[in-house]
């Protein structure tokens, strides 16, 4: 019998780590993307254990070694005095206890890598796709250059402004939040004065929050700056902030934090937007994946992993049951969709919590971080011990 032919549709990371995982179980994978070349735009993100076994599992540890960023702890801060509320371990405490590290990684880093393990024959720039047709057993993918790919599945990973997901299920209908974000990657050489541990330190404020950590190998700090009631409404990750409009906003906070915006060589906003759970994920012999069916707020730092999550799912699905593919792809959706809607709640929680104005819930939320916190190892295992491949997971 043939091998099960599967169109990738997006070469991001959920789409190219979806395409490695169906790969190695045996299935004809073609990944079609539509930018010129493969590659992340952005900064920083975060690949907890969940993820970094299933990476590990495909034969990337040592790429990820060389490229990403192991940190000690996660450091939930005051916004005035530095003070730490929490520090929760990330390093060996964690690759202990859950068989996998934690990774900080620059997303041109990782879609790098991940591009690199694909077989280049396998792997389509500038496929801009324009339809989608189901016929019998197959679907046919068309593209905006004329070409076309007939398949026996199709995967939409094609991120958050996803043309599989207005395809097959309409319109989406975002939300802006109020919430507007800054980044910037400074360079090790400017910020070595501020003596920055190796971890993620999250400063909460009022009315906002900073989040920084270093990546691409300790050579850059990654830092995103948060703040409600923002007018800008784009969600695009390429628009050109100001600098001087951060530094504004964040002109009483710690001198760690502006220090690290001072040394901004440039800024990129963009508009968070939050978007109801989908009720469906699949239809016939299309499913979708990632960002592309549930985008999260980044407050809890799982979008990428669960994007890889998803397609180590959706590959030991198919082995199993390979011969029933609108079965598989339901099976699929059905164990894949409470836990992430789950992650979005919380991601939507944090957004408040991270947020709050000084004084008695702020006080609640500290006085709790500070006596167990959220993030210990019991706490945080619900997340980091599930393993989204493994067979047991699928059968359960």
């Given at each position: 019998?043939?091998?099960?032919?599967?169109?990738v549709?997006?070469g991001?990371?959920g789409?190219?780590?979806?395409?490695?995982?169906?790969?190695?179980?045996?299935?004809?994978?073609?990944v079609?993307?539509?930018?010129?070349?493969?590659?992340?735009?952005?900064?920083?993100?975060?690949?907890?254990?969940?993820?970094?076994r299933?990476?590990?599992r495909?034969?990337?540890?040592?790429?990820?070694?060389?490229?990403?960023?192991?940190?000690?702890?996660?450091?939930?801060?005051?916004w005035?005095?530095?003070?730490?509320?929490?520090?929760?371990?990330?390093?060996p405490?964690?690759?202990?206890?859950?068989?996998?590290?934690?990774?900080?990684?620059?997303?041109?880093?990782l879609?790098?890598?991940?591009?690199?393990?694909?077989?280049?024959d396998?792997?389509?720039?500038?496929?801009?796709?324009?339809?989608?047709?189901?016929k019998?057993?197959?679907?046919?993918?068309?593209?905006?250059?004329?070409?076309?790919?007939?398949?026996?599945?199709?995967?939409g990973?094609?991120?958050?402004?996803?043309?599989?997901?207005?395809?097959?299920?309409?319109?989406?209908?975002?939300?802006?939040t109020?919430?507007?974000?800054?980044?910037?990657?400074?360079?090790?050489?400017?910020?070595?004065?501020?003596?920055?541990e190796?971890?993620?330190?999250?400063?909460?404020?009022?009315?906002?929050?900073?989040?920084?950590?270093?990546?691409?190998?300790?050579?850059?700090?990654?830092?995103v700056?948060?703040?409600?009631?923002?007018?800008?409404?784009?969600?695009?990750?390429?628009?050109?902030?100001?600098?001087?409009?951060?530094?504004?906003?964040?002109?009483?906070?710690?001198?760690?934090?502006?220090?690290l915006?001072?040394?901004?060589?440039?800024?990129?906003?963009?508009?968070?937007?939050?978007?109801?759970?989908?009720?469906?994920?699949t239809?016939?012999?299309?499913?979708?994946?990632?960002?592309?069916?549930?985008?999260?707020?980044?407050?809890?730092?799982q979008?990428?992993?669960q994007?890889?999550?998803?397609?180590?799912?959706?590959?030991?699905?198919?082995?199993?049951?390979?011969?029933?593919?609108?079965?598989a792809?339901?099976?699929?959706?059905?164990?894949?969709?409470?836990?992430?809607?789950r992650?979005?709640?919380?991601?939507?929680?944090?957004?408040?919590?991270?947020?709050?104005?000084?004084?008695?819930?702020?006080?609640a939320?500290?006085?709790a971080?500070?006596?167990?916190?959220?993030?210990?190892?019991?706490?945080?295992?619900?997340l980091?011990?599930?393993?989204?491949?493994?067979?047991?997971?699928?059968?359960?």
């Amino acid at each position: 019998m043939r091998a099960l032919r599967v169109s990738v549709v997006g070469g991001g990371i959920g789409g190219l780590s979806a395409a490695l995982a169906l790969l190695k179980a045996g299935f004809d994978v073609q990944v079609y993307e539509q930018a010129p070349r493969f590659g992340e735009i952005g900064a920083g993100l975060q690949i907890s254990p969940n993820a970094s076994r299933l990476l590990h599992r495909l034969g990337l540890r040592d790429s990820m070694e060389r490229w990403g960023v192991r940190p000690l702890a996660v450091h939930q801060k005051r916004w005035d005095d530095g003070r730490t509320l929490q520090r929760a371990p990330l390093g060996p405490e964690v690759e202990q206890r859950f068989g996998a590290p934690y990774y900080h990684f620059h997303r041109g880093d990782l879609a790098f890598l991940l591009a690199e393990a694909m077989p280049q024959d396998r792997a389509h720039a500038g496929h801009r796709l324009v339809d989608i047709e189901e016929k019998g057993d197959c679907v046919v993918a068309r593209f905006e250059n004329g070409a076309s790919a007939e398949a026996d599945l199709l995967i939409g990973a094609d991120g958050i402004h996803s043309r599989v997901r207005h395809l097959t299920f309409g319109p989406e209908k975002p939300r802006f939040t109020g919430c507007v974000a800054w980044r910037g990657l400074v360079p090790a050489d400017r910020i070595a004065h501020l003596e920055i541990e190796v971890a993620s330190h999250n400063w909460m404020g009022p009315g906002g929050h900073c989040v920084h950590y270093w990546v691409s190998a300790k050579r850059l700090m990654n830092v995103v700056c948060i703040v409600e009631q923002g007018t800008w409404q784009s969600e695009s990750w390429t628009d050109k902030g100001n600098v001087a409009d951060v530094m504004a906003r964040y002109d009483d906070w710690h001198p760690t934090v502006r220090g690290l915006i001072q040394a901004f060589p440039e800024t990129f906003i963009w508009a968070l937007h939050d978007r109801a759970p989908l009720p469906a994920w699949t239809q016939g012999r299309v499913a979708l994946l990632g960002d592309a069916c549930h985008p999260m707020l980044p407050m809890m730092a799982q979008g990428a992993a669960q994007a890889i999550e998803d397609g180590a799912t959706l590959a030991a699905i198919l082995a199993i049951m390979k011969d029933d593919v609108p079965a598989a792809l339901h099976r699929y959706e059905e164990l894949r969709k409470p836990r992430a809607t789950r992650l979005q709640e919380a991601s939507a929680v944090n957004r408040v919590r991270f947020h709050l104005p000084d004084g008695p819930d702020q006080q609640a939320r500290d006085a709790a971080m500070t006596n167990g916190g959220d993030r210990s190892l019991d706490n945080i295992a619900w997340l980091y011990d599930h393993d989204a491949g493994a067979p047991s997971s699928v059968l359960s």
